[in-house]
């Protein structure tokens, strides 16, 4: 929620438990987590090695910043941009 509250500006709507918990519900995800404690560091991402980074439809600087960073560290993983859909 911290994350939410710095990078948009605004409180979130769902609290992350929750919108961890949806995405989960997703039959194409196989496996969901809540990002680092400190933004940009990306150790998630050497402990999980995921297959596929999707981001939600209004997450481009987060998107960029990734993306930034895989150029950095010579790392290739595939990117995703999800549509907006409603509660």
């Known amino acids: 929620d911290r994350h939410v509250r710095f990078l948009k500006k605004k409180e979130p709507v769902n ?3 929750m919108r961890l918990a949806r995405v989960q519900k997703d039959p194409r995800v196989t496996r969901a987590l809540l990002s680092d404690v400190q933004l ?3 150790h998630i991402l050497e402990k999980t090695k995921p297959d596929l980074i999707a981001f939600g439809f209004d997450q481009h600087e987060l998107k960029a910043n990734l993306e930034q960073w895989m ?3 010579h790392k290739i993983i595939p990117t995703t941009t999800l549509d907006y859909f409603p509660e």
């Open 15 to 17: 609290t992350q438990k």
């Open 71 to 73: 150029h950095d560290h």
């Open 40 to 42: 940009g560091t990306y």
